[in-house]
């Protein structure tokens, strides 16, 4: 996110700015999964802040980024380095989005249908309907890009137009090349004018 994005959060967003890597960080293996510098919010760190004094015995679920580009479109972003649970997954999307609500960050659900995407991102060597084949991935991404389709896991798609404006899910490789390459040339572009 640029400086002009950042200065205009309100103060539980912009109190938690991250790099995306940080925010990637996988603490049970002590790895990130992915190396952007591309600033975001840490919304792993909202749910305390949204509880607290509140007198709640359970602690909200979040998504682990949240990204706004130039363009005004907001990302939310998922990292699974392991197995993935998909009502996990499920659940923590409805509360993210339950908290940029009732926090007055964002004005409604029909907000979110138009201007939401929704990236979750996954290590395809940990989750395979196949054994991990560098061949075979290109070639699959080959075709997939010819018929001018994305692969959609976990049920995710389901949330298109109902929540999300989009859903995606990416390898770390594809959300490299989907996401953050594009993202990271978007701002640089408007840095130097």
């Known amino acids: 996110m640029t400086e002009e994005i950042i200065t205009e959060l309100p103060d539980i967003l912009r109190n938690h700015i991250c790099t995306m890597k940080k925010a ?3 603490s049970s293996k002590n790895i990130s999964m992915c190396d952007s510098m591309l600033r975001v919010v840490n919304f792993d760190k909202i749910p305390a802040e949204y509880t607290r004094g509140k007198g709640w015995k359970f602690m909200p679920k979040s998504n682990d ?3 706004i580009s130039i363009d005004g ?3 939310f972003i998922e990292f699974k380095n392991g197995s993935i649970d998909c009502s996990d997954v499920f659940r923590k999307i409805y509360d993210s989005l339950i908290m940029l609500i009732e926090l007055g960050v964002i004005p409604d659900l029909e907000f979110a249908r138009q201007e939401f995407e929704y990236i979750l991102v996954y290590n395809s060597e940990k989750y395979g309907k196949i054994p991990q084949s560098d061949g075979r991935d290109i070639n699959y991404s080959f075709v997939m890009k010819r018929a001018e389709m994305e ?3 976990f049920g995710i798609e389901k949330l298109e137009q109902y929540i999300f404006h989009e ?4 390898t770390k490789k594809l959300f490299e090349t989907n996401f953050l390459k594009p993202m990271e040339e978007q701002e640089e572009k408007q840095r130097l004018g």
């Not at 859903?167 to 990416?170: F, V």
């Open 167 to 170: 859903t995606h899910t990416y």
């Open 65 to 67: 980024a949240l990204y």
């Open 73 to 75: 479109k907001w990302f």
């Open 24 to 26: 990637s960080f996988d």
């Open 151 to 153: 692969e959609k896991l």
